[in-house]
């Protein structure tokens, strides 16, 4: 017999596996004797009062042999010798597991990625974290893994209507991360064991017949009578194949302007940008768990928060408790900050992205932005803006931290205050930040929302607001800026048959987990069709 329960119990005693059989047992109304085992379905935390819970969801065992909770099985086929071969454009979430996908269904994928594996892409982060050294094609967003293999890898997702998680998280344990990520409420792997993952999936698509091709940028579409035939590469190199699948990222531009110069349809899309902010986590902990030591028992503590500010949406991002903020920029003379954590969550800051929504009219009415239009000579389309808008903050960051990655800051409070803090807290963004106004850096609307957004954030969490947290720019690659359109049947470029815009790059996904289930749905629909 098996008996689904929920419980809660102290912190303390949520990795007790005797004890857990014994409340078990007497949730269940038998003797401990008869519990043979126990599967975790669900574990979160319930922070709200003073007492703090961990709330279990257990599958129990009685009178039955124990069997763990079995993985969703992959069911690849040798493509060696596939009829049908598909090229997929990034090797990303989106990418690889389109890769996967395709192999179950019987095809061939062509993987190409503009950057390099994770181990030689490893040399070229620590050039950007040491050196201020940015290569424009290996960096924290292009490489094997894409954006999400050294950003964090939180892996929960708001997408469920868009695919099946338990599937994603299951593939992911098959590859090697650990079973907890199938139950907890916030799933994490952590930045340091991703691109053991990452690599497991690349090596499993090329021992089914699946190529993966490194430092193969893509940068022109083979065309006829608007149907897509192949691509061709940076070094010379056409490849033809049944369909491609775009799954480049979301800072991806040369894809952007490559679609546009084509008149092939693209749109502007609303996306949010800002600055990351870092606190102590211990300050954070205290807040969240209402003690001045969390303890070992408890997880470094996270938060999510939200406000309307003049019905602007300003809210926190990418949440990394005991994380580190690292340098994101795709080409040189710009800034990008980003944040991640390792497995454990073991460093002493907690950081957040905080950004503001930006809309159309937001940037269209900007003259500041058709200033900068005009001065670099930019295709004045209305696809484009957020991009354009995108760049100018970057370099505005680049310009005011002084070079070398070195980024802008001000203490919370200094920044609310429109004062320039004469001293800066320690702080874990690598190259180096600046004490700057960030009024130079950001647009008015940002700068404004941002300020009263800290203030109202202040008092949800009391402690919040203080000049021991430091406020860093610019947070600009929350998701794409550009819409790359699909017809919602097909999942197919509306002017270009056998294109396939997908994941986050394409406007259509926000993270790991929600990425890699348009990947699938992509894969699934050209099976479908061929």
């Given at each position: 017999m098996q008996q689904?329960?929920?419980?809660?119990?102290?912190?303390?005693?949520?990795?007790?596996?005797?004890?857990?059989t014994q409340i078990a047992a007497q949730a269940c109304s038998v003797s401990t004797d008869?519990?043979?085992?126990?599967?975790?379905?669900?574990?979160?935390?319930?922070?709200?009062?003073?007492?703090?819970?961990?709330?279990?969801?257990?599958?129990v065992f009685i009178d039955e042999p124990f069997h763990s909770l079995p993985l969703i099985p992959l069911e690849l086929q040798d493509v060696h010798h596939a009829n049908k071969r598909v090229i997929v454009i990034g090797a990303g979430p989106a990418g690889l597991f389109a890769a996967l996908r395709l192999i179950e269904l019987g095809i061939q994928p062509i993987v190409l990625e503009r950057g390099k594996d994770v181990r030689a892409r490893?040399?070229?982060?620590?050039?950007m974290n040491k050196e201020g050294i940015v290569n424009p094609e290996?960096?924290?967003?292009?490489?094997?893994?894409?954006?999400?293999?050294?950003s964090d890898g939180k892996l929960y997702t708001r997408s469920k209507k868009r695919g099946d998680v338990q599937r994603i998280l299951s593939i992911l344990v098959h590859f090697g991360a650990e079973e907890k990520i199938l139950y907890e409420a916030h799933p994490h792997i952590g930045t340091n064991k991703l691109p053991h993952i990452i690599t497991a999936i690349r090596e499993k698509i090329i021992e089914c017949g699946g190529k993966v091709l490194f430092e193969n940028k893509v940068v022109d579409f083979i065309l006829e009578r608007d149907e897509v035939k192949g691509v061709q590469t940076a070094d010379g190199e056409t490849i033809t194949a049944s369909a491609v699948i775009l799954a480049t990222g979301h800072s991806a531009r040369d894809i952007f302007h490559l679609l546009h110069s084509k008149d092939i349809l693209i749109e502007f899309k609303p996306y949010a940008l800002g600055v990351r902010i870092e606190h102590p986590q211990s300050l954070i902990d205290s807040i969240q768990y209402h003690t001045p030591n969390r303890g070992e028992a408890l997880p470094p503590a996270s938060y999510s928060?939200?406000?309307?500010?003049?019905?602007?949406?300003?809210?926190?991002?990418?949440?990394?408790?005991?994380?580190?903020?690292?340098?994101?920029?795709?080409?040189?003379?710009?800034?990008?900050?980003?944040?991640?954590?390792?497995?454990?969550?073991?460093?002493?800051?907690?950081?957040?992205?905080?950004?503001?929504?930006a809309e159309k009219a937001d940037l269209a009415n900007s003259s500041e932005l058709k200033k900068y239009i005009k001065k670099n000579h930019l295709p004045a389309t209305e696809a484009l803006l957020g991009l354009y808008f995108q760049q100018m903050v970057e370099q505005k960051a680049y310009e005011a931290g002084g070079g070398n990655l070195?980024?802008?800051?001000?203490?919370?409070?200094?920044?609310?205050?429109?004062?320039?803090?004469?001293?800066l807290p320690i702080c874990s963004y690598l190259p180096g930040i600046a004490s700057s106004d960030l009024r130079q850096v950001l647009p008015p609307f940002i700068h404004k929302s941002l300020q009263e957004g800290f203030k109202a954030f202040g008092k949800k969490m009391q402690g919040y607001l203080t000049n021991d947290a430091v406020v860093v720019a610019t947070e600009s690659r929350t998701s794409s800026p550009v819409r790359i359109p699909r017809d919602s049947m097909t999942l197919q470029h509306p002017q270009i048959k056998n294109l396939y815009p997908c994941g986050e790059g394409a406007g259509y996904a926000g993270g790991i987990v929600s990425a890699a289930m348009d990947g699938e749905k992509v894969a699934e629909k050209i099976g479908v069709w061929s």
């Open positions: 689904k329960i929920v419980i809660k119990v102290l912190p303390s005693e949520s990795e007790d596996q005797q004890l857990l008869r519990i043979t085992g126990y599967n975790i379905l669900k574990k979160s935390i319930d922070a709200r009062s003073r007492q703090i819970w961990v709330n279990l969801t257990l599958q490893r040399r070229d982060l620590a050039a290996s960096n924290y967003c292009f490489g094997e893994g894409g954006a999400g293999t050294y928060l939200v406000q309307q500010v003049e019905a602007k949406g300003v809210f926190s991002f990418c949440m990394c408790p005991g994380g580190i903020i690292a340098p994101a920029a795709t080409d040189v003379n710009e800034i990008v900050v980003n944040g991640w954590s390792p497995s454990k969550r073991n460093n002493p800051f907690a950081n957040s992205g905080m950004v503001v929504t070195v980024a802008p800051a001000q203490r919370m409070t200094d920044f609310v205050a429109n004062k320039t803090s004469a001293s």
